[in-house]
Every structure is written in C-alpha cells, then in structure tokens.
C-alpha cells in the first residue's frame, strides 16, 4: 500500500469504528483492552488522531519533549463518537496540506511524515477490531490492509521498546520465527540475536525457504490479529511449527 491509499483507509476505518460506537452502550467494557470500556477506547482512538495530526502539523524533527495537545473533548460521554469523526476529518485535512514524502522524526524506521499516516492507520484499525469484538461483533479485515498491517507492525517492533518494554526481552542466539499467510503470498522471517531481533529481508524467491526454528501460518487477517494480542495462538485458525518455547517467548514478549 502507498501513502494515498494509507489516507483513504485512515477515514475508512474512523468511519467504521465511528458507526460501531455509534449507538453502542459506551459504558460497556472491551476485554481486549483490560480495564477499558468503549468510552475510553474512543477516547483513546480520538486522543491519537490529534496527537498525530498534531505532529504532522509541527513536521518534527526531534522527538518531542511533551505530549501535550488540545484534545477538545466533550463534556459529555454520548459526545464521544462525533468527536471521534471530528478529529479524523481535521487530520485528513492535515495529511492532504502535507507532502507526506517530507522527511520528518519518526520512532520507527521511516523519517518522513508517512510513517505517522501509516501509524495511525493501523492504531485505529486495531481498535476498530477491538470496539467490534466488545459488540460481539467479529472483525473483517481487507486481504492487503491484514498484509500491510502485519509488515508494519513486524518492521517497527524493534523500535518500539520506549512504550513496549517488554520487547526488551525478545532475545535468542540466533534463532528465528516466521509469520506465513495461508491465504496467498505473505511471508516474514524475524531473526533474534543475543542483542535484539529485527525482520530479515528475503528475496522474493526465496520467501518461505529459508529456515526458521518456529512457524506460525494463518490467513493474513487472523495473523494481525494474533500478533496485536487480539487472537490466541492456540486456537484453531493457526498452525504452529516447531520450536514451542521459541513462540511462548515471542508472544510473552511482543505486546504492543
């Protein structure tokens, strides 16, 4: 997926999670988000528009020192849901007045202004899935965006110790999982070494040969979703190969 389509789909998924919330009760909780209920998930999901538009507003080159930002909440919880749509439409005003190939500080691997577009794409369909499921409600996700979810996710991982501290503990000597999509192409290698991991770039013939010491295989939408913490490894949309240990460590390790 480009930038373009990265834009398009930030709205499309505000719009989902927007219509989901709707008119839900807001006081209900969401078990994949312990301890949250849509009120807060709403809240948070608006919260990171802002921040993010904020940042792309500021083009930055360093990381900021605050986090501070007028989110412009409502006064009251029903108010939440149009807030939410308010804060996606002010940031596609701001990704449309911004040259998103422009270099810019990001956590992650890419510095330029995409990468936030990219972010919040994926921060807002993970919730979107997560506001569903709280609805017993079960998630779909389109075939490329599941792909190019789980690729931006594995790519950043490796950066995102600050906020994800226990990633600090996916070590190995030398060992390696893979993620493969039983639902057409979709493949990615993580090597972990004794000082960190990070994805392992394969040529596209080489995909899926290389080998790996523990394999997980599912649809591209399920692996997203396992690899967000919002599906369990052992339940029957995967299937998992080899080293067991290798994988406990993975999935203890690699909350976001």
Known sequence: MNPAQHTAAVAAEAAGFVATVKA???SAPVPTCPGWTLADLTRHVGSVHRWFTELLRRRVQQPPTSRDVDLRLPQETDGLPDWLAASAAEAAEVFAATDLDAPMWAWGVDQHARFWVRRMLFETLVHRADAELALGISPHIDRPLAVDGIDEFLTNLPFASSFA?????????????????????????????????ALIAED?????GRAADATVRGTAEDLLLLLYGRLD??????DLLGDQ???????THSAF
Do not use: E, N, V
């Open 165 to 197: 501290p226990l990633t600090a503990g996916l070590r190995a000597p030398g060992q390696a999982i893979r993620f493969s999509c039983t639902d057409g192409d979709g493949d990615w290698l993580i090597g972990l070494r004794p000082d960190g991991f």
């Open 245 to 251: 240990d290798l994988l406990a460590l993975w999935f």
């Open 204 to 208: 596209a013939g080489d995909a899926g």
């Open 233 to 238: 490894r052992r339940g029957d949309a995967f």
């Open 24 to 26: 839900a009760d807001l």
